[in-house]
């Protein structure tokens, strides 16, 4: 399974008066990793001013710093709110990720320290609720990817078993989920696994968990007692979709815990692709499958593309069909 050790860390000085971050600094100086001071993590000109043919390499860098922008944003899809967390970014290229199109080729992983500003956030928000809300803690990151970093995932969960009203949720592309087995998580967190033909994981979702870890990971934390869910997600419409698809609901059908198939659910999310992403892939990825089909996508706000809505309402009935064939007691949250 994927591990993540950064090649160089770029910090602001301002970590260095939380403990965390202290102790980030201090591992990465004790293993000879490169530490270059920075004023702010949105603002790094040396890696502003990089060619995007160095994106992978880039993909290879951590950075360090403080977390501004705490405000909840509501949610009506996977959580009732979306919570700015303790990273952004990812180590791994998918060659949809949406990241990049926010943050271009800059997209690398951001770790952000003040950990418990945020989390007092939630609290807040929590104690003015009259019913148990779900904040969604991982849409800016795969928190499961972090965790091996700074224990924050474990922590948060940690923190959600004594909260009043409120759950927490996150999805991840990775299966490094042994540290969180043994939690006592009082049934207030819910991962989502996100799952893809293996062959699509291999050829796109590159640098992410292979779909057999990704289902051990299922397995293991409904054996833990939490909530699990699986996300096909992003639904690409290549040439053979159809076929692929089919046997990834064959492997779910055949390695999935049986009492999981009773107790799971869906969400269906089709990709989204960008200008970004193309741009970015073709001149870094240059070797990479082209998953960008101006055939069957339409424009999508700015610079955004998405699915035609015929060939996406087909497609949606299709998974509809055929899931409740396979899970018939599983539920679709959502589709988008």
Not at 4 to 9: C, D
Not at 46 to 53: K, N, T, Y
Not at 207 to 234: D, E
């Amino acid at each position: 399974m994927p591990q993540f050790a950064p090649v160089r860390v770029y910090y602001e000085k301002s970590i260095l008066t939380y403990f965390q971050g202290r102790a980030l600094f201090d591992q990465f100086q004790d293993q000879g990793i490169p530490l270059i001071e920075i004023e702010d993590h949105n603002r790094i000109p040396e890696l502003r001013e990089l060619p995007d043919i160095e994106f992978p390499k880039m993909k290879r860098y951590l950075v360090l710093g403080i977390r501004k922008s705490l405000r909840l944003l509501p949610n009506n899809r996977s959580a009732d709110f979306i919570v700015p967390f303790t990273s952004s970014g990812c180590s791994a290229m998918c060659l949809y990720c949406y990241l990049v199109c926010t943050f271009f080729k800059n997209s690398y992983l951001r770790i952000f320290i003040n950990r418990q500003e945020m989390m007092n956030q939630i609290k807040r928000n929590a104690s003015k609720q009259t019913r148990t809300k779900i904040y969604e803690i991982g849409s800016n990151s795969d928190l499961v990817l972090e965790n091996q970093i700074t224990g924050n995932l474990k922590w948060a969960i940690e923190e959600f078993s004594r909260l009043e009203n409120a759950r927490c949720t996150f999805a991840t592309k990775f299966a490094n989920v042994d540290d969180l087995l043994d939690i006592d998580h009082r049934g207030k967190t819910q991962i989502r696994i996100s799952v893809n033909p293996p062959d699509l994981i291999r050829k796109v979702e590159i640098g992410t968990a292979n779909l057999t870890a990704r289902i051990g990971a299922a397995n293991k934390m409904f054996h833990a007692g939490y909530r699990v869910g699986l996300n096909l997600a992003p639904i690409i419409l290549t040439d053979d979709w159809q076929q692929q698809y089919l046997e990834l609901l064959e492997e779910l059908s055949s390695k999935l815990d049986d009492r999981l198939q009773q107790n799971t659910f869906f969400e269906l999310i089709f990709m989204t692709y960008g200008l970004a992403n193309d741009t970015i892939n073709c001149i870094s990825l240059p070797k990479a499958a082209n998953i960008f089909d101006k055939g069957k996508m339409q424009p999508k706000g700015r610079g955004k593309y998405c699915y035609k809505s015929e060939i996406h309402s087909n497609a949606a009935f299709f998974f509809q069909q055929e899931l409740a064939r396979r899970f018939p007691k599983a539920k679709i949250s959502y589709i988008v």
